[in-house]
Every structure is written in structure tokens, then in C-alpha cells.
């Protein structure tokens, strides 16, 4: 299923659990699938806990903040990621601010959508990424996006972004290790007999083009890696040992791969490695 479908999955799940979820969309909440069967729009009748901001991304994000300050609430607001250009402001004060709030953006690459160009983010993730006091997360399937939603939920000094897709994505396997070295921001999905010769890091939608270039080499004798990096802030909080263990410095070969701007990747790949954007 697609993330943001998963992302819906998670909301029906936190939903009942957390009567202080106060939701929202700039008009496109069947778009980016932020209404849960709980969900009550707010009007006249002020008992609700969704509001419909229209076409408004800046008012809509300012507005959450001020919810966030006030306390009480937690906010969780929504549009296409290519509109976050319009709410650019009230979404760096939110990280300024240290507030709660869950940033849901959908259609996040210049994948499945029948906009064209104007609705097709390119640097928008890594611009997001380099916000400080941002945590940014791009799932590749239903369990990184059920881990990336309790991360926003549980997290209390500042905003959580999360970058979804609209088209359908494979269900990764994953042993109870992997499944627990998720919310630690990357982790190891696939691997090779000894030390990999080469390490592919790659990020939600691509998650599975690295899995089937691992799964083509492995065949091959090749010895490979992927490393799957839903959040990269919450990786690089861990500690080096970690950080060691999944992206080992003897291991210079490396290919980064995510449907955006090529050049947040060198810190990973270093020069010498290769990224496909």
C-alpha cells in the first residue's frame, strides 16, 4: 500500500488512544488520507477534533502551532509536500519553538500524480532535513510509517515532518531486530555474507529499487548492503558504535537513492560514492 495509506492506518490506531489529536488539512484531506473514522469536523458545533483549513498551508500551520502553544493538543496537520513552499515560515517556527506537531506531507516525489511539475517536490525533503530542531521521516512501507507516526506522537521538543507517498509501495521483511532498529533512523535490511563490498542507503519509495539491485548482485556474488534511512536526524542521534555497525568506514563503496535533490547525500556516500536522484 502506499505510505500515506499506512499513515491513515496509524492515525485509526492512535486515534482512540489519544483524545488530544486535533487534525487537519489545507482542502485536501482525501488526497492525503488524514480523516479516521473518529473524525469530526470542526464548525459551528466546536466539539469536533478535525478542521478543514482550506487552501490555506501558512494559516494552517501557523494555527497548529498556536494549538501546540497553548497546550493540551496535538496537532497533525496536512497537504501535498510540494505545498510546504507555502507554509515555509510557520513550519521553521514550529522547529524554532520546539512545538508538538505531526506534519503530514503526501506525494512526495515526482512519482504517481497527474498534476505534472508544480506538484512534484524535488528539494523540498532536504530542505526540511537541514531545519534545525526538524525531524524529517520518509518510510518505505507500512511498518517504518506505523514507527515514524509514534515517533511524532511520542516526541515533545519539537515538530515531526512526514513524507509519504501516493503510489503503492512493497512490504519489506524484517526480523524483531530490524523491526526495533527502525525508530533508530537507518538500519540494516539486507545484507552479505562478511563484510559488504558495497552499501546501498536509500529512503522510502526507492527502498525497494535498492532491494531489487541487491537481490540482482547478491545473485551475481556480489556482497552488498542496503541500508534502509527513513529519518536521517534520528541516525545520526545514535551513537557511533551504531552508526559504525551500519555504515562501516572501510566500506567506501556506497550509492545513495532517493527520488530528490542528490546533494544531502554526500555526507553519506562521501565524494567518492555515487547517488542516484
Known sequence: IASRKASQNAIEAFGPLLPEFLGGSA?????????????????EDTAGNYIHYGVREFGMTAIANGISLHGGFLPYTSTF??????????VRMAALMKQRQVMV???DSIGLGEDGPTHQPVEQVASLRVTPNMSTWRPCDQVESAVAWKYGVERADGPTALILSRQNLAQQERTAEQLANVARGGYVLKDSNGQPELIFIATGSEVELAVAAWEKLTAEGVKARVVSMP???????????????VLPKAVSARVAIEA??????????????????
Open 260 to 277: 530528490g535533490i542528490a546533494d544531502y547525500w554526500f555526507k553519506y556516500v562521501g565524494l567518492n560514492g555515487a547517488i542516484v536522484g
Open 27 to 43: 482542502d485536501l484531506a482525501p488526497s492525503n488520507l488524514t480523516i479516521w473514522s473518529g473524525s469530526k469536523a470542526i464548525n
Open 231 to 245: 529519518s536521517t536526524d534520528a541516525f545520526d542521534k545514535q551513537d557511533a558504535a551504531y552508526r559504525e555497525s
Open 81 to 90: 509536500l510540494m505545498f510546504v513552499e507555502y507554509a515555509r515560515n510557520a
Open 105 to 107: 506531507y503526501t506525494h
